[in-house]
């Protein structure tokens, strides 16, 4: 079945630093790919969608500059959290589909990051 | 944002009794579908469901859907210790092939 892979899987930084998380599909193309964040306890909010060789759409709410997301190939999109803060420790997780609409998402494993 | 709520957000059952989740969402939908995810770790798709279906079965799930009222159910029947994740419904939404998800409902299947 369709794997996404997700990395790191945890990382610790320190305030004022930047820190990047790789999405990739492993066995398929993805064109689109969705960030989504999850704080403890609570349920998956949609961050933004990821197109390849387009700009990424943000959901309301989301700054664009500090989580900056790169889709560059059909089997790679990262989200850099620029500049973190101790609030922006979370777990976050990338999905991808491998065929159109009506189809379900493939989950990576996520990263928790811990901004100290 | 958020389409709908999800009750009970949390369940607890003896192992070999039903579980049953129910997901309320709020906006016309292409399908809704139900993902598995155990603490920590990413989500795991369990069923998909077309807004022209009302019922669906995978295994030991399964899974209704009532246009009408907005909302869905998931049943697990004769549920084991493994079982024990958290279970979250999800609303395609329009063209866009985002999902929306709900707030989830805690399930813990005592051995």
């Known amino acids: 079945g369709a794997v996404v892979s997700q990395h790191p899987s945890w990382v610790i930084c320190k305030s004022g630093t930047s820190v990047k998380i790789e999405c990739r599909s492993l066995?398929?193309?993805?064109?689109?790919m969705f960030w989504y964040r999850q704080f403890p306890k609570q349920s998956l909010m949609l961050m933004a969608t990821?197109?390849?060789?387009?700009?990424?759409?943000?959901e309301q709410g989301v700054e664009k500059d500090k989580f900056l997301i790169n889709h560059a190939s059909l089997t790679l999109s990262t989200l850099t959290v620029t500049s973190a803060h101790p609030e922006d420790s979370s777990f976050y997780i990338c999905?991808?589909?491998?065929?159109?609409?009506?189809?379900?998402?493939?989950f990576g494993n996520g990263t928790r990051l811990t901004v100290t | 944002s958020q389409q709908g709520e999800e009750d009970p957000q949390a369940l607890s059952i003896q192992e070999g009794e039903n579980a049953t989740m129910n997901c309320s969402y709020k906006?016309?939908?292409?399908?809704l579908q139900w993902y598995r995810q155990n603490s920590g770790r990413g989500l795991v798709h369990l069923i998909l469901?077309?807004?022209?279906?009302r019922e669906k079965h995978s295994g030991r799930l399964r899974v209704t859907l009532d246009t009408s009222k907005k909302s869905s159910s998931l049943l697990i029947t004769a549920s084991r210790a493994a079982d024990t994740a958290s279970y979250f419904c999800?609303?395609?939404?329009?063209?866009?092939?985002?999902?929306?998800f709900g707030q989830g409902t805690t399930l813990q299947v005592k051995p």
């Open positions: 999905s991808a589909r491998d065929s159109m609409l009506n189809s379900p998402l493939h």
């Open positions: 066995d398929f193309q993805a064109t689109t």
């Open positions: 990821s197109n390849e060789g387009s700009k990424a759409t943000y």
């Open positions: 906006t016309s939908i292409n399908n």
């Open positions: 469901i077309r807004s022209n279906e």
């Open positions: 999800a609303t395609d939404e329009g063209n866009t092939g985002k999902l929306i």
